[in-house]
Each structure stands twice: as structure tokens, then as C-alpha cells.
């Protein structure tokens, strides 16, 4: 060919520069080649002529390719917006990949093209999986999928639910055709990081930071589609300041929930649940939907769940979700399964950490684990649902009063409409002020909420939502609408309340008051518990076994406690005492009936009721 410099603006478009080009055998070469001649245009001034008569010629090679398979040349000839790759002994083209065998015979690997064009590498597990893409009706399209179902002719017919024309007579062969293009050409196919979860990864955040990409679970498919940003911005933030304006803690409340979900984790705490619980049409569902739109479409099967599902489920959503909030509409609607085993899904999901489990390799799957919020609603509190204080600890009720909106079916549509702007504009600004101020502020927070008579792990979890909410408020809204904390403070639970200990108190003497037959020797049942006697509930060392078991309390931690408190009576050292019953000894636990009464019979002064008639005037 004539030297570069050589030629003009109208040699470099002969066709005679164009039949030297494609008559090099040397593939490398002739892209090296390539590249200069389109310099060389550019230079001159006529690029755009020069690629136009490029991609007539590369289309009329490509005819060539597809009809005389000796021009293949060991590359893959597929028209589309892929660069060609290295196949060995393959002919792949448009009509077809097939094997060549002795005698001019060839097997069929696929009717289609199909290549690998992209590794991606998880950050969580280190496992890789490949981005396919495949023609099928002139239209092509990429899927992701785990490298080890494209490794076996047993896995890889799983393709043909996704579309690709593979059976069990050509899987052997479309395993070798995508293993050689992908050794053949390791340089050219990127590799790019991936992540199955969102919300904070490495440095960034997912979805919004496309340096990592997803590769999630397909099941999960609709929640990440469901987080973008969808119709007018200016209208939402219009809609939710009016909104804010009312005064309505429910509103101001689950909002702060919804973005306290991505401080969770940097601020090392523990997942907890905000349960929304009232009565039918006061406004929970919409509400619901409110703190949705700060992240997600709110619309029906999209970003919001349910209970009507397996714990497996909820934990690998909870995985897949890792710092974005969970949201389960309606806690009455369970499955049998999670109705069963109310106590300790909130247990779980509050861990932050999902079970160990082994795979078929007798090796461990990758341990889910997760930080955030978890907003619920329902018609009752969600801690009627648990008995054990440990459980309730985690949960922050907001019961939801009348007529929280003036037009539900109004903020319920807009939210539909408008959504998802709010979610990464406070990432924005969480990247711009830092953590070390954010944990400033939460500390300072939670100093000024702290009651000794309240619970820790409550009073930690409602300092992340005032810190949500004092961000959003200066930041975001900047409508000076803030929590107040006499306001805030009305969710928190008194530790007397949440004791254990104290509620197995109470417990028990519902259950003898229940059963006071039971303990009367009058009676005419033939169960006896016990008997009452000196304002004693003396229990039977079974029957005291078993309503402790049925209220799923420790009998060993209850007893501890109320000696300390001088609610039982104790023999030798021991918890419990000998008592003589239908001419038998019995082991029974002597517990006071009314702990304002001390053995002596008198009552204490500061439990007494003062307020009734006294013997004087």
C-alpha cells in the first residue's frame, strides 16, 4: 500500500486502498491498519466518507464470511454491535455456530449467535458469573448468569427458559464454544466488579454509583427495577412539605424511618422495625407508601412486600436490600409458617445476620447479612405479636391516629407518579457533610433522649430516626418541620414494662386468675394447680413448669429474679418449697399474689390507692 502521508483526500476513498485493507490476513494487523486510514481521513477532512464506504465494505465481508467458511478464518462473524472475537475451529456467523469434522461435516452448537462479552466478579463472594449475549429474531439481548451453569452440558439447557436454542444434544457442544471464545479472547472480555446487594458498597452506593454493577438475584428482579427516579421531582417535594406541615407525627415519623435506614450501617447499630398500627382507613397503607417513594415506585408488587412468605425469603430480601429499608405491608397477613414464628423472625431480621447453611459441595453458602430499617403496619401493635422483651427492644410503635390525610386517595396517586428523588439526593448529601458529622449529630441526639427508665437499644434506634429527620429537614425539605422530642419520646417503652421478668409476673397471675378453680380444693374439677393461701399462689412445680413454658418464659431466670425482689418464698436455699397437699409432699413455688403487699400483710405506702374514701375527714 502506497505510505499515508502519500495519500490524498481523494486516493484514501479508491477502492483499490479498501481491497488492500480486507485482503490482510493478519487480523491484528488490519485493524492496526484500519485505525490509520481512519486518522489519515480525518486528517483530510473526510472521515465521514471513509466510514461510510468502511461499513459497506465490512457488511459485504461479512456476506462472504457467512457463505464460504474458509474465510472465517478462526474469528466469529456476527453482525451486530459486538467486535468479532477468536472461536478456534469454530464457524459462528449470523446463521448459526457449528463444529467442523472430517469430511466437511459440522455439529450444530447453536442455531443462533450467542458470546460472551463481560465477567463479572462479585464483591461478596469473590464467585464470578457472565454476561451472554444472543440474537433471536434479529433483536439481541444479554443476560447474566453464574459461570458454573454454562460449565456442564447438564446445566446449561437451563438457557432455554431465557430464550437460547440449546438442548441436551447440543450442550456439549455450546459448553466448549463458550468456554474457547472466552480463553481464546481473556484480554478482550472486561471484567467488571459486581454486587447482589444494594445500598453501601466499598465507597459507593448501589444503585446509584455505576463503578460496581448489580448482578442480583432474577427473583428480586422487580425491587431493583423499582428504585430509579420517575416523574416531576418539584411536585413531590411540594406534596410531602404540605404534608409535613399538618403536623402528623405518623407522616414525619415513617419519612424519618425510610432514610434512617442507610445510617444504620455506617453508624455500626442493629437493624430495628417502625411499626405503623391503627385502625382500618386511618391512613397506614398510604403512609407506608409515603416513606416508600423516598426510594422506590410505592406501586402494588413492586418495592413493598409482605408476611405472606418464608423466613428464607425475608432473610434473602433482607440481603438483597442490605441497607435500603425493608418494607412489609399489613402484619395480620402472615403464612403459616411466619404466623408461627412471629418472635423469631423479628429475632432474625433485627440480628442483621441470616442462618448458616451448607451447599450440595458440603461447603458454606455465603452468610446473608444486612443494616436497616424494617417498616411495617398493621391493625394491631407489632409487639402484641411477641412476648419476649428482647424482641420488643427492637421494635418502635407509632400508632396511627383518624384521618391522617385530608385526601388519602390524592397523596396515595402522586406517590405513584413521582418518586425516587429524595433517596439519592440524601445519599448526596450524606457523601458531602460525612459520617464523622453525622455521628455528631446522632450522639448529641441520643444524650438528650436518654431516660434510665427506658430501654437502650430503643433509645439508640430513635436517635438514628431524629438524626434522619434533622438531615432531611435542614437539607432537603428545609421546611424547619423537625420531630420533637416530647413527640419522639412517646414511642419509647418504659423498662418495667419491657422486663421480661416482669411481664412473666404478670403473666402468672393472669393465668391463676384465669384458673382459680383450679386452686380452690372446693372445686369440682378434677385438675388441681395448687392452692391460694396468705396471699400466696402456691403452684405445683409441673403446672409452674408449664405456664412458664406456654408463655415462653424462663423458669430458671423468673425464679432468679423474684427472689430478688422478694415476690416468692424460699426453702433451704433452694426456689421453691415442700408443701403437704391430699396427704402427699409436694415441691410447689410459693409466688405473692400482690407485690405491693409485704410478709408482714401491710401494703406499701407509694402503691396504696390514697385517692379512695378514708376513715377520716
Known sequence: MEPLDRLDKDSILTERVFQELFDQEDEIKKARLMIALADRAEELGVKVKFNTILRAYKKVDREMRKKSPSLVENWTNFEGPYDNMRCGLWIASDHGIYAQKEGGLEDVACYHPILPIERLKNLETGDEQLKLAFKRNNRWEEIIVPKDLIATAGKITALSKRGVAVTSENAKLLVRFLSDVENFNDNQIQVQYSTSKLGWIKSGFIPYDTEIVFDGDSRFKQVFESIEQHGTRELWYEHIRQLRKTGRLEIKFMLAAAFASVLIGPLGALPFFVDLWGETEGGKSVTLMLACSVWASPDESRYIGDFKTTDVALEARADLLNNLPMMLDDTSKTSSRIRDNFEGIVYDLCSGK????????????????????????GERPLNSYVTQGGAINRILEVECGEKVYRDPQTTAELVKKNYGFAGREFVSVLKKIGFEEVERIQREIQRKIHNDEKMQKQSISLSIVLTADRIVTDHLFKDGQYISLDDAAQVLVDRNELSDNERC??????????????????????????MIEHGYAVIYNNIFDSICKKGGFSRKAFLSWADRNGLIQTQGGQLTKVKKAEGKTIRCV???????IDENGFQSVEDADIQEELPFK
Open 354 to 377: 441470616g442462618k448458616s447453611r451448607s451447599n450440595k459441595e458440603l461447603g458454606m453458602n455465603r452468610e446473608n447479612r444486612w443494616r436497616n430499617a424494617i417498616l411495617t403496619n
Open 590 to 596: 410459693f409466688i405473692k399474689m400482690d407485690a405491693s
Open 505 to 530: 409476673y404478670q403473666y402468672i397471675l393472669s393465668e391463676v386468675d384465669i384458673n382459680r378453680a383450679k386452686f380452690d380444693a372446693m372445686s369440682q374439677t378434677n385438675e388441681k394447680w395448687g
